[in-house]
């Protein structure tokens, strides 16, 4: 069955344009996180990728890591709370490694 055509979940958010930072976001310490398997672990999405990169003419990819970024708003900044924040949920420590980038 499914949805109804033209039917939002939202119907405020229909046709609406991102925009830059909003007032809400003034104070705000923007954080980027960044999750990659680690190099010693094969990356098959990433083997993927290069194969069909290079299929598609893009001979000069030699090779892919895929990963994920997560954007933190946070009212206050501690490192110490961010890596506790990866190492509990948005990292697995065992197969991934990140990096913590505060955003100016």
Known sequence: MGRTPGAYSNPNRRGRKKRGATCHNRGMTTVRVTV??????????????????????FDEVKDV??????????????EARVRAMC??????????????????
């Open 36 to 57: 990659t398997l680690k190099p010693s672990l094969l990356d098959s999405a990433g083997r993927t990728v290069a194969g069909s990169l290079v299929k598609l003419g």
């Open 65 to 78: 890591r895929i990963g994920k970024v997560i954007r933190l708003q946070l009212e206050t900044y501690d």
């Open 87 to 104: 190492d509990k949920l948005l990292a697995n420590p065992v197969i991934e490694d990140y990096t913590i980038e505060v955003e100016p």
